[in-house]
């Protein structure tokens, strides 16, 4: 039997109304997996006072799909599917699609335009092939938005307006419907813009669970479920302590290349608008101070501004863990490790070639480069054809900074889907989910040699380094470079700020590697032939 529970519009709306007015529906079920009752297939709903025997269904064309069309007020929308025409022909709901309160197990929909819903399985949580997801968040800690609660995330196209989120007893709700091999990567919105995104706890991020997904909620079962959380936690809704903390950012390597209008700190606390930190006493560390923080994880990310150009910190947020009143240990600008600045490198050109003859399309017209030297793709550089036949170069003068983050587009770099593709074992984690090249300079001038979207540097003699490896990586204590005797290297060990941590000269075999004083986090080996041919490895210290 259905069960006749009756929500307060109210209720279910919270603080939004929809005006009384009416739309069509399009209700389908998929019968596939049932027979037919011969008293025919029906929907009965909150919109026709709960009548088994009133709502038909039709055939469509030979499928195994039954629709009908009908007129219905806007606003909640709570049904079930009958095969057959009277109470005790009507399916069981499974949990993951139900309204799931006070033992209401109705299927449910939110109407406020024309909708055609999902051809679900009879008695089933999606359509065939597919899986459900009811993502859940309760707002209990919250005040929830005048624009209310929206989810935003992969099955939707990122949108933070499209996906309204419903108020069943305070928790909010919205149901994914996607293939079961898909997984889904999504945010809770207290608004309806990113400005009023919530920040995810880094313990339940997929990029905590080693998914290249950035700070996002993530939802990878293949069965149909529920994801319920509350807002900004990992859990069921607790009330956290909260504390006065001082975030401290070193830009003293940036102020040795040039002269800053501003630094400031964007982050969830500021609706990653960004604040102004402050540099009293001219040292480089810039500051600001933040009374009454939730416990927990602090997330940011600093910026530097020039003439008008906002340039963010590569990599993904940053994280404090709040636990009590603190002065956050300085961290140089860009580096996921807190310490002090190190010296930068002498200015120096760097030259880029990228080459395209193992590419199975093309090349645009016109090859880009683009980097936090560019704001990325507000400022990208053309490259002009190489003497070599299929390879692309230019180059940068004078560059100043110790290391630098970067890719080549294939075309216009404001379009994302002509950007090369970068593994994660050749780059550094750029916040979104996705990688960037990455260089520390050597205090001379660098000439970088790519394959466009590998991780392979183009030579002429790259088969010299083919050999080199460094194991085991990661590292706990002890690692080994390996490189051979076909030749003389030079190496060079370098953290991601540029900082060189050591360096080897005209040397073959094999390094062993001791820890000492290296932090936990990412290094990058560079490795140098006789002829100038460089290998960049990437080494982690656990």
């Known amino acids: 039997m259905k069960n006749l529970y009756a929500l307060a519009l109210a209720l279910f709306f919270g ?131 005048s624009d209310s609660v929206h989810v935003a995330g992969s099955f939707q196209g990122w949108d933070p307006a499209k996906t309204l989120m419903v108020n069943f007893d305070g928790v909010h709700r919205a149901i994914a419907y996607v293939s079961k091999t898909d997984s889904v990567y999504f945010k809770f919105i207290n608004g309806n813009g990113w400005s009023a995104v919530e920040s995810v706890p ?14 996002n909620r993530f939802y990878t079962d293949t069965l149909s479920g529920i994801y319920e959380v509350c807002y900004t936690q990992c859990g069921p809704c607790t009330i956290v302590p909260t504390y006065d903390i001082t975030v401290n950012v070193d830009v003293s390597s940036l102020t040795a290349c040039s002269t800053l209008d501003s630094v400031s700190l964007a982050g969830p606390i500021n609706g990653w608008g960004g604040e102004n930190m402050s540099d009293p006493d001219g040292d480089g560390i810039y500051s600001i101070s933040y009374l009454g923080v939730d416990s927990g994880d602090f997330q940011f990310k600093a910026r530097y501004h020039v003439s008008g150009a906002t340039n963010w910190e590569g ?45 199975s399309f093309t090349p645009a017209d016109t090859i880009f480069l683009m980097g936090n030297f560019t704001q990325w793709g507000d400022n990208p550089i053309a490259m002009t054809q190489h003497t070599v036949a299929g390879q692309y170069i230019t180059t940068v003068p004078s560059y100043c900074p110790g290391s630098m983050e970067y890719r080549f587009s294939n075309g216009d770099a404001s379009d994302m889907s002509n950007h090369e593709p970068i593994d994660s074992a050749c780059g550094v ?48 204590e002890i690692t080994t470079i390996v490189l051979g005797t076909s030749d003389f290297y030079s190496v060079q060990i370098m953290d991601i700020t540029g900082r060189i941590v050591a360096g080897y000269e005209h040397i073959q075999g094999d390094i062993e590697i001791v820890r000492n004083n290296m932090v936990r986090g990412m290094y990058f080996v560079n490795i140098a032939n006789t002829t100038g041919n460089v290998k960049t490895l990437k080494l982690i210290v656990e």
């Open 202 to 215: 880094a313990t339940c991020q997929a990029s905590t669970a080693g998914i290249n997904q950035g700070d």
């Open 15 to 145: 603080i939004t109304a929809f005006a009384q007015t009416t739309y069509s529906v399009t209700f389908q079920v998929d019968m596939g997996s049932a027979t037919v009752s011969t008293n025919g297939i029906h929907a009965a709903g909150s919109f026709q006072s709960w009548s088994p025997s009133t709502t038909a269904l039709s055939q469509v064309g030979s499928t195994t799909i039954y629709a009908t069309t009908v007129t219905v007020n806007a606003g909640q929308l709570e049904y079930k599917f009958l095969n057959g025409n009277a109470w005790g022909d009507d399916e069981s709901v499974p949990a993951p699609v139900q309204v799931g309160t006070n033992g209401n197990s109705n299927r449910w929909a939110v109407i406020s335009q024309d909708t055609t819903l999902p051809a679900v399985m009879f008695a089933g949580s999606a359509p065939a092939g597919q899986k459900a997801i009811q993502m859940k968040v309760n707002m209990a800690l919250q005040t929830v938005s």
């Open 315 to 359: 990599g993904g947020n940053k994280v404090i863990i709040v636990s009590s009143d603190s002065a956050v240990a300085p961290r140089c600008f860009g580096n996921d490790n807190y310490g002090p600045c190190t010296a930068v490198p002498a200015t120096a050109d760097v030259t880029f070639i990228v080459d395209f003859t193992q590419a």
């Open 429 to 476: 984690d750029n916040g979104v989910g996705s990688y960037n090249r990455f260089w520390a300079r050597s205090g001379s001038a660098d000439t970088l040699r790519h394959t466009y979207g590998t991780c392979s540097f183009v030579s002429v003699n790259e088969n010299d380094l083919n050999q080199v490896s460094v194991r085991p990586n990661p590292m706990t």
